[in-house]
């Protein structure tokens, strides 16, 4: 079998990188063979992708729980996951080729890159609630070390022991949600899980908790604090698959219990999924405008981009349970698609990104500018990503926003009070989020690229290895395809959600091929292969009549330069100054974002200071509440060590008397 042979290499892979040393070429073998195993993945899943429900292949091992071994099954949504997953592992193995001559440590990356890779694709497979905690398991402690490869960092320790405790609260969350799912009976495995009748105090409690556990993974606003810590302490190609790929492994835990093993959650869930959506789109995107550090811009971006699938897989819920079935595919074939988009999308960002820091050691937006003459590769493949994630047209993050706008149009169709009030509110701060990414990203491309090297270190920039830009490059090719070609993936995609939502829903029946037509062929459709063609139409033709009736003659000038003639990077626009307008639109009372100026009086030769204060209530009103409680509780606690011995008698024997009370109670019961 592909897979398991496939899983059986990384694990292999893992240990060749626990034997490389200090030898660059060893470390470089062990990518490579990441590159292939996933290659070989990519093969598994598009083998199964589309296979009739219930006929995926099954292995039972006997390993695991005593009673109940470990069973693996690669159904349809598995296979598709598994596709997404290692075409993003794929780009991120061919990156590491040329970056791992730039890590500090390439000992403490190696070895647990092939585990993350093996640890993501076993979540896929699992059939049984104990191979899926474990996998989980495993996914959270290989990518937790990879975080923690640049130990001697403060920061990175912070962000990783953070890190650590968000995996510990979700995974506890989704063993609580497993342990209700099997029932008294103990039935561990998925197939008797959907066997189970819920009542309703147990279906309440199993949402929550799959929202809990699979959202703290996710980055769902408020428990997304860990992803702006660890995605840049991560090194480049770590962080593209922990933001573009990890990620998409927990929406996957969510989707296969609200949408599989539960099966029949209520429309109020929904509601409440697409408000939770929104404003995680609508403070993610806010938190990327404030940043300068571009892989914490990138980070925040990640939660944006899982509020929007989050409404989408809302949406299709309360579609479901409102018995339109159909409408109920189109929102969740939206929301898998955005999904898709956004695994290649951001992990071309994230790769980018990386490039950007390799060539010139610098995170810092302020430090900066003028690369794409520099790296034209680097700024080719970014500027494609910026592109797409900004949702314009004819990249993919286009068609997946419309897909799911088509959804949310047919909302109010619904007879809940709240969802024909509530879904138009949803959709304004669907296209607000649009609109700030838009403007996110016209920020961190036009002052990381464009303009005039603001450092030295930008001004030697220099272009990287050809693995790195070979992984980009594809992954920019990709995101043309899947936004000129969409109606490919989302016939595939509906076969995909036929058995999660009892019909198949072809987002292409009205018009057919190349033409998306959702709702309607007369009030909805979208082709995004006519809309590359005409546009390539008109390039050609414009270049035939430049070069036919215009001057052969070449004209030099020098380049605007705001009316002086110093070359003073310092003038240009620097990130603060762009997000100044938003800032003061937004942020004034999301993040008590305040402004001083220190303006020394005339005569006094100093310069003036700008002092810029933003505070962010959701760390300091919950985790460091959280943390001040914990911190209380701990000092209360620790003075029981210091008891007399009569005071531990006096415990031991109110403790006794607790007991036989309780005893007492339910005998008489």
């Not at 490579?32 to 899943?45: E, F, K």
């Not at 790929?245 to 989707?255: C, D, Q, R, S």
């Not at 919950?622 to 009569?646: H, K, S």
Request: include cysteine; aromatic fraction near 10%; hydrophobic fraction near 55%.
């Amino acid at each position: 079998m592909l897979v398991a042979s496939a899983l059986s290499a990384l694990l292999a892979l893992a240990v060749l990188g626990v034997l490389a040393g200090g030898e660059v070429w060893r470390h470089r073998i062990v990518y490579l063979g990441c590159a292939v195993a996933s290659l070989i993945l990519i093969a598994g899943g598009l083998k199964h992708l589309g296979q009739t429900p219930g006929t995926g292949p099954a292995i039972v091992l006997p390993i695991g729980l005593p009673w109940l071994n470990a069973h693996f099954r690669l159904d349809n949504l598995s296979a598709l996951f598994m596709v997404l997953v290692n075409v993003g592992t794929t780009a991120a193995s061919v990156f590491g080729i040329g970056y791992t001559s730039h890590l500090p440590e390439p000992r403490r990356v190696t070895p647990f890159f092939p585990l993350f890779l093996f640890g993501m694709n076993a979540v896929l497979i699992s059939d049984d609630a104990f191979m899926f905690l474990v996998s989980w398991e495993f996914m959270s402690l290989a990518s937790w070390a990879l975080v923690m490869s640049d130990h001697k960092n403060a920061e990175n320790r912070q962000a990783a022991f953070v890190y650590l405790m968000m995996a510990t609260f979700g995974t506890f969350c989704l063993l609580t949600c497993f342990g209700l799912l099997a029932g008294a009976q103990g039935a561990y495995s998925f197939p008797a899980m959907r066997a189970t009748a819920l009542d309703s105090v147990s279906g309440f409690l199993v949402v929550l908790l799959a929202l809990l556990g699979a959202g703290s993974k996710a980055g769902l606003v408020p428990l997304h604090a860990w992803l702006p810590l660890a995605h840049p302490a991560a090194p480049s190609h770590v962080s593209a698959l922990m933001s573009g790929v990890m990620t998409k492994v927990a929406l996957y835990g969510l989707i296969r219990i609200l949408f599989d093993l539960h099966g029949h959650v209520a429309w109020g869930w929904g509601a409440a999924l697409m408000v939770i959506g929104g404003v995680t789109a609508v403070m993610g995107v806010l938190y990327a405008l404030l940043q300068d550090d571009l892989k914490k811009l990138l980070a925040y971006s990640t939660v944006e981009n899982i509020g929007v699938v989050v409404i989408g897989l809302g949406l299709a819920i309360a579609f479901k349970d409102g018995g339109e079935k159909a409408l109920a595919a189109l929102a969740l074939v939206a929301a898998l698609y955005h999904i898709i988009n956004h695994s290649i999308f951001k992990t071309l960002l994230f790769l980018s990104a990386g490039a950007v820091i390799t060539a010139t050691g610098q995170r810092s937006l302020n430090a900066l500018g003028g690369l794409l003459k520099r790296m034209p590769w680097t700024g080719a493949a970014a500027l494609v990503g910026a592109l797409a994630i900004s949702a314009l047209p004819p990249l993919n993050g286009f068609v997946s926003e419309w897909l799911i706008f088509q959804a949310l149009f047919k909302g109010p169709s619904l007879p809940h009070w709240a969802m024909k009030f509530g879904v138009p509110v949803v959709g304004a701060m669907l296209a607000l989020a649009a609109a700030l990414a838009a403007s996110c990203f016209v920020r961190a491309y036009g002052i990381a690229f464009l303009g005039r090297p603001r450092s030295k270190a930008a001004a030697e920039a220099h272009q990287l290895p050809g693995s790195m830009r070979w992984s980009m490059a594809v992954l920019a090719a990709l995101c043309i395809i899947l936004g000129a070609l969409p109606v490919t993936v989302t016939d595939a995609v509906s076969h995909v959600v036929q058995p999660l939502t009892g019909v198949s829903f072809a987002v292409s029946a009205d018009l057919g091929w190349p033409w998306l037509s959702p709702v309607s062929s007369t009030r909805g459709s979208y082709s995004g292969t006519v809309l590359v063609m005409t546009g390539l139409s008109l390039f050609v033709i414009s270049i035939l009549l430049v070069h036919g009736f215009g001057t052969t003659k070449v004209r030099r000038a020098d380049a605007w330069d705001c009316g002086h003639a110093e070359d003073i990077p310092q003038t240009q626009y620097t990130g603060e100054s762009f997000a100044q307008p938003l800032r003061r639109v937004f942020c004034g009372s999301l993040f008590s974002a305040r402004e001083t100026v220190d303006m020394p009086p005339p005569g006094d030769n100093s310069p003036a200071r700008f002092k810029l204060r933003v505070v962010d209530h959701i760390w300091v009103g919950l985790y460091l509440g959280i943390q001040r409680l914990v911190g209380y509780v701990a000092d209360r606690v620790n003075r029981m060590q210091f008891l007399t011995v009569r005071r531990y008698l006096l415990m031991m024997f109110a403790t006794l008397v607790f007991m036989l009370l309780v005893v007492a109670v339910r005998q008489q019961k």
